[in-house]
């Protein structure tokens, strides 16, 4: 009966567009959501997803498409991002203003509704398999795209402090500027948006009260940053420089 139940819940998040899988070799399950292949501008698609690590730390340490003729992680500048440290447990999202994936060279089947087939294999053991949807839409690139603040100018200042336990507390000191939830993707309001909090690049989930936690960490040297951003997801700048914060963290 045990089994049976199993395989009705694999069946179910399949069905809403969630694929896991849990090795003998890992510590426990990685689900991938909303898994979306976009044109990027050049070549290639980006694809964006929202990826749930219910154990421990990790590392994504390689990322392959059987139907690609290249595949990896990126950051916003382009730059490679393997191996990728994640947080956990929690979830992360690969989206165009972080860290995402990028495939090139797909060979026949770039065509929209296709499915695409994508591996990440983690520095734990565990690998997981999903399918990402192709979406001719060409990629919005939030966040990517400034708009310069007004007067009274925003301000930000970025405090990190290791929780008992594991994990860190990030809290943001922010004037002249309102976190609104209530506005978040409606149209621009002057002295209003929300913060993007990332990991190495690596898009952790938006900022709307001045704290936010972040999961254990691997071993190494990590970078948590905020970024303030409009309501529609521009970043804002003063005098053409993002307005963001980072605090570099060192875990043994």
Sequence with gaps: ????????????????????????????????????????????????????????????????????????????????????????????????????????????????????????????GGEIAFKARIDG???????????????????LDLTVTPEEGGGYLVHARIANLRLARDLADGPHEAGTGHGHVYLNGLKLGRLYEPEFRVAPLPPGRHEISVALNTNDHRVYLVGGVPLAATVVVEVE
């Design 137 to 155: 839409t060409p990629e919005m690139v939030h966040g990517m795209a400034g708009l310069e603040a007004e007067a009274p100018l925003p301000a």
């Design 1 to 124: 009966m045990q089994r049976i139940v199993a395989a009705l819940v694999v069946l179910v998040l399949i069905a809403a567009g969630a694929w896991f899988v849990l090795s003998r070799d890992a510590p426990a399950p990685f689900l991938v959501e909303d898994a979306v292949a976009v044109p990027m501008h050049g070549t290639g698609f980006a694809v964006h997803l929202k990826l749930t690590n219910s154990g421990g730390p990790d590392a994504i340490v390689a990322v392959a498409s059987p139907e690609a003729e290249a595949a990896t992680l990126v950051g916003k500048d382009g730059s490679e991002a393997l191996p990728l440290p994640l947080p956990g447990p929690a979830s992360a999202l690969f989206a165009s203003d972080g860290v995402h994936l990028a495939l090139t060279g797909l060979s026949g089947i770039a065509e929209e509704g296709a499915l695409v087939p994508v591996q990440l294999r983690f520095a734990s």
